[in-house]
């Protein structure tokens, strides 16, 4: 399983930025998927997940309502648009995928707080690095 994150980069505060994730070597359209950042001396932190058939999304508090997570099962992509972003948004974001039979074997009321845990997840991306500048 690889998981490719690319786009990252440097914007200004206030601006957008989206950043993508390219799978392959799972059954992507079975499997949910995930985005956690990590910044300089912090650990690793949830930002949003969503489910395999993609009607089903999770986000982090101090993100909804700025960042929109999106997939398309048929490129097997996963995708962080962000806007409005801010200097605290600095990190290097990850995209995490878990394996099939988990995904499909998590009910809904479990899988909110399931997503949002590094450990659920089977598969990481290598990162892509996101500065904000002020």
């Known amino acids: 399983v690889q998981l490719q994150a690319s786009g990252g980069g440097l914007v200004q505060a206030g601006g957008s930025l989206r950043v993508s994730c390219a799978a392959s070597?799972?059954?992507?359209?079975?499997?949910?998927m995930g985005w956690f950042r990590q910044a300089p001396g912090k650990e690793r932190e949830f930002v949003a997940s969503?489910?395999?058939?993609?009607?089903?999304?999770n986000y982090a508090e101090f993100v909804k309502g700025r960042f929109t997570i999106s997939r398309d099962n048929a490129k097997n992509m996963v995708y962080l648009e962000m806007n409005s972003l801010k200097p605290e948004d600095t990190a290097v974001y990850y995209c995490?995928?878990?394996?099939?039979?988990?995904?499909?074997?998590?009910?809904?009321?479990?899988?909110?707080?399931?997503?949002?845990?590094?450990?659920?997840?089977?598969?990481w991306g290598q990162g892509t690095q996101v500065t904000v500048s002020s």
């Open positions: 995490a995928a878990v394996r099939p039979s988990l995904s499909d074997s998590t009910i809904q009321s479990t899988w909110y707080l399931s997503s949002t845990q590094p450990a659920w997840y089977d598969y």
């Open positions: 070597g799972l059954t992507f359209r079975r499997s949910a």
């Open positions: 969503i489910r395999s058939r993609g009607g089903t999304t």
